[in-house]
């Protein structure tokens, strides 16, 4: 059971724009920035965006993160075919004093 | 280019030890935190553990605290995980990660491809 909470498996069209959420807590989330990684099948995560809206250089415009109160969201425009891959949020734990992670959502593209 | 490179993993018997290393180049191994996180097969990420750029603050999960112990050497820049009592749901693959700066709270910005550990009789 992750401490993030993030909604099972989604896929999507080329073109569409998906969204992702991830609901913590006042202990992580809510007090805390929200960062995503992108893990493509069979390979090590990336960064994808920290802070909760910021983009690393090289990631695409299409990818856009917001965060409210106490959950957050990673939203994908102009779906690609190399998209296809587990979405994962992180955030800091001030009660438990280390990262905690989403379930991770994997989207598939059809 | 930032480099981080595990090695240490295999298959080992419950309750025995395993140590992982982490070699990084491409940075500043000094400067910035560095973390354990693993993957077991399937499943999703889980945070082991972290340490600051000089050692001063270090946290584990509660699931491998008293068992594992994270150490750094800047001047060899590299990372260590020491994991004792190993049990079963220990198998996973161990990712070394770079923190974005000197404080664990920053986050994970460059991950190594990971080595496997495999906990078993």
């Known amino acids: 059971q992750s401490v993030l909470t993030q909604p099972p498996p989604a896929s999507a069209t080329p073109g569409q724009r998906v969204t992702i959420s991830c609901s913590g807590s006042s202990s992580n989330i809510g007090s805390n920035s929200v960062n995503w990684y992108q893990q493509l099948p069979g390979t090590a995560p990336k960064l994808l965006m920290y802070?909760?809206?910021q983009r690393p250089s090289g990631v695409p415009d299409r990818f856009s993160g917001s965060k409210s109160g106490t959950s957050a969201s990673l939203a994908i425009s102009g779906l690609q075919s190399e998209d296809e891959a587990a979405y994962y949020c992180?955030?800091?734990?001030?009660?438990?004093?280390?990262?905690?992670f989403g379930g991770g959502t994997k989207l598939t593209v059809l | 280019e930032v480099q981080l490179v595990e090695s240490g993993g295999g298959l080992v018997q419950p309750g025995r030890s395993l140590r992982l290393s982490c070699a990084a180049s491409g940075f500043i191994f000094g400067g910035f935190a560095m973390h354990w996180v693993r993957q077991a097969p399937g499943k999703g990420l889980e945070w082991v553990s972290g340490?600051?750029?000089?050692?001063?603050?270090?946290g584990y999960a509660d699931s491998v605290k008293g068992r594992f112990t994270i150490s750094r050497d800047n001047a060899k820049n590299s990372l260590y995980l020491h994991m004792d009592s190993l049990r079963a749901d220990d198998t996973a693959l161990y990712y070394c990660a770079k923190g974005g700066g000197s404080s664990a709270q920053f986050a994970c910005d460059y991950w190594g491809q990971g080595t496997l550990v495999t906990v078993s009789s």
């Open positions: 340490i600051s750029s000089n050692s001063g603050s270090i």
């Open positions: 992180a955030a800091w734990d001030d009660s438990l004093n280390g990262w905690v």
């Open positions: 802070s909760n809206n």
